[in-house]
């Protein structure tokens, strides 16, 4: 079996699976139950001033017949007082002293809050503390959250000022509701931030009920936008983790947040930059005995792999992911379809024809039967036909050679500008 245990910023950790600071992080009860079941750390739910909560607070979207593709909330911070949290905390580190606890802190904008909760919440023996910077409903309008998140300056004052008192690791947690995340995680650095997590939930509103007009959900006939979680978001919480992985600005650890459901999630996180993961929404929909699905799967993988520890797989893809502008415009590959996998649905050939390039013909074959054949030299690569396909091995993408060397845009607005290179005038075409 290989190593789980991970060293975030400093924080110990039995292995990289983290509760994130949400309903499922709540109470002690939550907590000391979901490290039982095998989670290595938790980020207790939000504390600061208690709050009154909404009834009703969740909504979900389904699709495709999947339950909760997606998962909207617009559930505030505790609602419970900060001395019950703080004696529930104590208890459950005295009880589980190898397993990570993280406080989510959210106060008003100012020094002395600040000091005066980190040095409260500390006292009782936390391993670090998550500035909440993200939440993007609710505590917004009163000037926290991501009402803070959003503004790079604020970001790093806030920072700065828990710096000042904090005797453990500090986490600032990002809101993706912003149009570059990585000038928000340069701030928190420069705040002497030791590592950030992200993302936080994203703007949204899960629907309207065509019969009521209602939103989804509603407080007595009135709605609000709320808090976007779930698988939808994997691919957008991907993406901004790699954007601070890649950034040099930024290198401080990244726990990665945002629809990670099974192990291949974790993976994926981790080869771009995670050192450690969170989870919420997949507990509130299946339990916290996910986790130990989740251990095996990784433990399997990385003995698939020959890794001694989990630790390995930290940024291993990140030098993969670039700009659009550095991509090869002379990389090509091309669809063939295999029909012997080929059930004759033909929805390649429907979505080609009528969202693509028009290059899938339907043939007949010497034995009379309908076939379907790409036209190579017409096919653009776009993938579209193979992610439509419901049949496993009908359809793959082949790489060719093009002939040309390889040649990025940028390459070739220098060549063009006549900064620099030599190419023919066919490559540069």
Not at 90 to 96: A, G, L, M, N
Not at 99 to 112: C, F, N
Not at 262 to 277: A, K, P, R, Y
Request: with cysteine.
């Amino acid at each position: 079996m290989a190593d789980l245990s991970i060293d975030f910023a400093g924080i110990k950790s039995p292995n990289p699976f983290w509760l994130a600071s949400a309903p499922p992080t709540n109470t002690g009860y939550q907590v000391q139950r979901a490290f039982e079941a095998g989670w290595g750390g938790a980020v207790w739910k939000t504390l600061g001033e208690p709050v009154i909560n909404t009834s009703a607070r969740f909504a979900a979207v389904h699709f495709g017949g999947q339950r909760v593709a997606g998962f909207n909330n617009i559930e505030l911070i505790t609602d419970r007082p900060l001395e019950v949290n703080l004696k529930e905390i104590y208890e459950t580190k005295r009880r589980f002293p190898d397993h990570t606890i993280i406080a989510s802190l959210m106060v008003e904008p100012k020094r002395e809050k600040w000091h005066e909760i980190v040095k409260r919440v500390e006292a009782i023996g936390v391993d670090g503390l998550e500035l909440n910077f993200g939440c993007p409903h609710g505590m917004a309008e009163r000037g926290m959250g991501a009402a803070s998140g959003q503004q790079p300056d604020l970001v790093l004052a806030q920072t700065a000022w828990v710096k000042e008192v904090a005797t453990t690791p500090v986490i600032v947690k990002l809101t993706p509701n912003i149009t570059d995340i990585t000038v928000v995680a340069r701030h928190a650095v420069k705040g002497g931030a030791d590592a950030i997590s992200l993302i936080n939930t994203i703007n949204s509103l899960a629907g309207v009920d065509i019969h009521s007009w209602n939103t989804i959900p509603n407080v007595g006939g009135q709605g609000a936008h709320g808090g976007y979680c779930g698988p939808a978001v994997k691919p957008i919480a991907l993406s901004m983790v790699a954007e601070c992985a890649r950034d040099r600005e930024v290198g401080v650890p990244i726990s990665g947040i945002g629809g990670i459901s099974t192990w291949q999630d974790v993976v994926e996180f981790m080869l771009m930059g995670s050192t450690g993961i969170q989870v919420c929404t997949a507990v509130m929909h299946h339990g916290f005995r996910i986790v130990e699905e989740m251990i095996d799967g990784l433990n399997h993988y990385l003995d698939g792999k020959g890794l001694a520890s989990v630790t390995e797989l930290i940024g291993q893809s990140v030098p993969r992911y670039s700009n659009w502008g550095d991509l090869d415009l002379n990389y090509k590959v091309v669809a063939r379809i295999n029909e012997e996998n080929c059930i004759n649905c033909n929805k390649c050939h429907i979505a080609c024809e009528d969202a693509s390039h028009q290059c899938i013909d339907m043939l007949t074959n010497a034995e009379g039967k309908a076939i379907l054949q790409v036209r190579e030299e017409d096919c653009v690569g776009c993938n579209l036909c193979s992610i439509v396909c419901p049949a496993d091995g009908a359809i793959d993408m082949v790489a060719l050679d093009s002939g040309l060397a390889p040649m990025s845009w940028n390459q070739r607005s220098r060549i063009i500008s006549g900064v620099n290179g030599s190419y023919s005038e066919a490559e540069v075409v």
